[in-house]
């Protein structure tokens, strides 16, 4: 039977941690509201950094800005191509080191940005402007993952208030382009010294629940050209926006392949439908009486874990060329970029030592077992399972509708991470006196 390795915590100490958790509730939930606050959009992450760099000061730790130079990183495995250029969006991270390095070491990170709030008619309160009902606090990254930050921060706190520190390394960090990217956290991995785990509080699916594997993502960004005409010589033309759908037509049909059942990736064997195409963005035409000359198509194509993303790159260029041959498009120009997530999936075993800790503490916290998860989604844990040689997975709290309309996380849900996080940086890192 493979073993956590937990350090055992004194039971004073376990209960003063628990206690000081405790005592710091209101000011977690007041500090997520705080964060929410934050509209940490795509290239306006700047003010919700700063905070959590003030954030990292407050816990008696000096906060380091890690750029992502592009040039720097343009040769590392994982590195997708930017959407944006990262001038005023440096990451923030922060290193504990303790006075005698006993235990193992470990990063705890989040991202602070967020996915758009879509429509924000349909939200029942404004998505920035955090609301409480029924132990639920509302708003865009209140669960993805601004909660896990504060559980990160918490955490921490909670260890100072008990007078006790962790007897190893402890590294935070809070990056950007976790939705887009990943850059962010690749940059803060190459900057910092390799932990021995990461852990990373993103939300879990609904259910308390470790990650045990997630899917690759490729964005990419396919330009349509057709033929001007006027509508009432409709037939001369060639319409931008029309031929999109026929390449979406392609596209969902690659998808429903790449979901049969062989090729699925035995973590995922109990999902029928892991690898979405999603058809993000469309936009084009120029006058609803000219046949429309251009159109964008933005699309996210999942990436099962054992095909690589440069095979899905491969497999979108084949089928955008296929596309242009079409009769229905008769020459229209088709033009595919690659800008965004080039990320490849990845496993979290279950049975590695920071999974088997994680799983241990929040079964000693709550009385309950965890559930493995297998995420159709990703995170920036891959770069640590992929090209760390670290340990790695995500653990977090309950949330709902995360990149919905109004999304959700369980305040109680996030307290019990946040128990959950500091018994592990007490297990995992070993403890001594503050
Ligand atoms: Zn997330």
Same mark, same amino acid.
């Given at each position: 039977?493979?073993?956590?390795?937990?350090?055992?915590?004194?039971?004073?100490?376990?209960?003063?941690?628990?206690?000081?958790?405790?005592?710091?509730?209101?000011?977690?939930?007041?500090?997520?509201?705080?964060?929410?606050?934050?509209? #940490?959009?795509?290239?306006?992450?700047?003010?919700?950094?700063?905070?959590?760099?003030?954030?990292?000061?407050?816990?008696?730790?000096?906060?380091?800005?890690?750029?992502?130079?592009?040039?720097?990183?343009?040769?590392?495995?994982?590195?997708?191509?930017?959407?944006?250029?990262?001038?005023?969006?440096?990451?923030?991270?922060?290193?504990?080191?303790?006075?005698?390095?006993?235990?193992?070491?470990?990063?705890?990170?989040?991202?602070?940005?967020?996915?758009?709030?879509?429509?924000?008619?349909?939200?029942?309160?404004?998505?920035?402007?955090?609301?409480?009902?029924?132990?639920?606090?509302?708003?865009?990254?209140?669960?993805?993952?601004?909660?896990?930050?504060?559980?990160?921060?918490?955490?921490?706190?909670?260890?100072?208030?008990?007078?006790?520190?962790?007897?190893?390394?402890?590294?935070?960090?809070?990056?950007?382009?976790?939705?887009?990217?990943?850059?962010?956290?690749?940059?803060?991995?190459?900057?910092?010294?390799?932990?021995?785990?990461?852990?990373?509080?993103?939300?879990?699916?609904?259910?308390?629940?470790?990650?045990?594997?997630?899917?690759?993502?490729?964005?990419?960004?396919?330009?349509?050209?057709?033929?001007?005409?006027?509508?009432?010589?409709?037939?001369?033309?060639?319409?931008?926006?029309?031929?999109?759908?026929?390449?979406?037509?392609?596209?969902?049909?690659?998808?429903?392949?790449?979901?049969?059942?062989?090729?699925?990736?035995?973590?995922?064997?109990?999902?029928?439908?892991?690898?979405?195409?999603?058809?993000?963005?469309?936009?084009?035409?120029?006058?609803?009486? #000219?046949?429309?000359?251009?159109?964008?198509?933005?699309?996210?194509?999942?990436?099962?874990?054992?095909?690589?993303?440069?095979?899905?790159?491969?497999?979108?260029?084949?089928?955008?060329?296929?596309?242009?041959?079409?009769?229905?498009?008769?020459?229209?120009?088709?033009?595919?970029?690659?800008?965004?997530?080039?990320?490849?999936?990845?496993?979290?075993?279950?049975?590695?030592?920071?999974?088997?800790?994680?799983?241990?503490?929040?079964?000693?916290?709550?009385?309950?077992?965890?559930?493995?998860?297998?995420?159709?989604?990703?995170?920036?844990?891959?770069?640590?399972?992929?090209?760390?040689?670290?340990?790695?997975?995500?653990?977090?709290?309950?949330?709902?509708?995360?990149?919905?309309?109004?999304?959700?996380?369980?305040?109680?849900?996030?307290?019990?991470?946040?128990?959950?996080?500091?018994?592990?940086?007490?297990?995992?890192?070993?403890?001594?006196?503050?």
């Amino acid at each position: 039977m493979p073993d956590a390795g937990l350090l055992p915590i004194d039971p004073g100490a376990r209960r003063a941690i628990l206690d000081a958790v405790a005592s710091l509730a209101d000011d977690s939930t007041a500090l997520l509201a705080r964060l929410v606050r934050h509209r #940490s959009l795509l290239g306006e992450e700047a003010g919700c950094l700063d905070a959590m760099a003030e954030l990292f000061a407050g816990l008696g730790l000096t906060p380091q800005r890690v750029p992502v130079d592009v040039e720097a990183l343009a040769g590392v495995p994982g590195f997708s191509p930017p959407l944006l250029d990262y001038a005023g969006r440096d990451n923030v991270a922060a290193v504990h080191r303790p006075r005698e390095a006993r235990g193992r070491s470990l990063m705890l990170q989040g991202h602070v940005d967020v996915v758009p709030e879509g429509a924000a008619d349909l939200w029942t309160t404004p998505p920035f402007e955090p609301s409480i009902r029924g132990g639920r606090m509302y708003g865009r990254g209140a669960g993805d993952m601004k909660a896990g930050l504060v559980s990160i921060v918490m955490a921490c706190a909670a260890l100072r208030r008990a007078g006790v520190q962790p007897a190893a390394e402890l590294q935070l960090a809070a990056v950007i382009e976790e939705e887009c990217t990943g850059n962010g956290a690749l940059a803060v991995m190459q900057a910092l010294p390799r932990p021995d785990a990461c852990l990373i509080p993103e939300p879990g699916p609904g259910f308390p629940a470790l990650y045990v594997a997630e899917v690759g993502v490729v964005w990419a960004w396919v330009t349509i050209t057709g033929r001007p005409a006027h509508v009432r010589d409709m037939q001369a033309g060639v319409n931008a926006i029309e031929a999109a759908y026929v390449l979406m037509e392609r596209l969902r049909a690659y998808e429903d392949t790449m979901n049969r059942a062989e090729l699925r990736h035995p973590a995922f064997a109990g999902d029928n439908h892991p690898i979405n195409v999603n058809f993000g963005t469309l936009t084009g035409g120029e006058w609803n009486s #000219s046949v429309a000359t251009r159109a964008r198509l933005g699309v996210r194509v999942g990436v099962m874990p054992g095909h690589s993303c440069h095979d899905v790159r491969t497999d979108i260029e084949r089928l955008v060329e296929q596309a242009a041959t079409d009769p229905r498009l008769r020459g229209a120009r088709l033009a595919v970029e690659f800008r965004g997530f080039m990320a490849d999936g990845c496993v979290f075993p279950p049975e590695q030592p920071i999974a088997l800790g994680v799983a241990a503490t929040h079964r000693a916290v709550t009385g309950a077992e965890l559930r493995h998860y297998a995420a159709t989604g990703l995170t920036d844990a891959r770069f640590y399972a992929l090209y760390g040689g670290t340990q790695a997975t995500c653990y977090g709290p309950d949330a709902e509708n995360i990149h919905g309309i109004d999304e959700s996380v369980g305040l109680d849900a996030m307290h019990d991470v946040t128990r959950v996080l500091a018994l592990l940086i007490a297990g995992w890192c070993g403890l001594e006196a503050a």
